[in-house]
């Protein structure tokens, strides 16, 4: 497909997902990637619980890969590397999209900035 | 137990963690379920994509559908598909969407990188803020 390698089919769909939903952070000014410290935070939490959950299924045969369409690199727990990149991208596109919300509509979310975003969105 | 459960579980687990453990009570909110409409959205562009594919590939003993086939695609709507996917996958990603933005509330209330605030927008003027 497209020429690549078969290899980063997996990864060319993150990269998807990273183009559908960077361009929030420029565009909307969703400064997600100005809170850095906050998003490495959220990154280090969410992994856990769903690396254990892949780790589960792939033992049990839930579900496996496409080893034609990985990158081969894989963690403990027969993880693939892939899914461990599935599992910090698609947190940091749902967080550009909640923040890009935020930004147009400035409706609350409870994290001790609700004013100060409902003023911006007034403002403007 | 099989992803049908297990994804069952983890719902009604990760609502719990946001109303109770974190308290973020982002289920209460508008600003969430608009999000999550938005990402849904795009989950079964990118799902049909991993799925419609054959990169990932299901146990037909592990969800409600039957097994993903040999070659070819799965159904892309039926037996218990979705856009090729389980319909299975449209909870783990909520499970995984409602954990990630509720953190996300979280340490923002904690006063972590609280700030800068979001927007505004390219289109509308920031010159104003300092009214």
New interface residues.
Partial sequence: MLGLPANL??AG?LV??LV?SLWLE???????F??????L??LA??IW??LL?DA??IH???????TD??LGVYLPGDIPLDELLF?LV??I???L?????????????????DE??LE??N?? | M??TQ?ALL?VPLMVLVDLFVLR???VT????W??YA??VF?QLI?NG??TG???????GD??IGSASPETGPPAMFGDGRIAFAPVEDLL??FA??L???S???F???L????????????W???T??S?
């Fill in positions: 089919a997996y769909v998807f997902v559908g420029v565009v909307l000014r969703t400064h997600v100005a809170r850095l410290p906050r998003l935070l959220v939490v969410v619980p769903f959950w589960y299924a049990e045969g839930h579900w496996w890969f496409d369409r990985i599992f698609i947190p596109a749902s967080i999209t909640l923040e890009a919300v935020r930004s147009v509509r400035g409706w609350p979310v409870g994290d001790g900035a100060e975003v911006q969105v403002q403007s | 099989t992803y297990i983890a973020t009570r982002l909110r508008k600003a969430f608009v999000s938005i990402i795009f990118t994509m991993f594919f054959g990169i990932v590939q299901y146990d592990a969800i783990f990603g995984l969407i954990f990630s933005l953190l996300w509330v340490f923002g209330r006063g972590i990188s609280r700030r800068p605030i979001a927007g505004p927008p390219i509308r003027s920031r104003r803020t009214d």
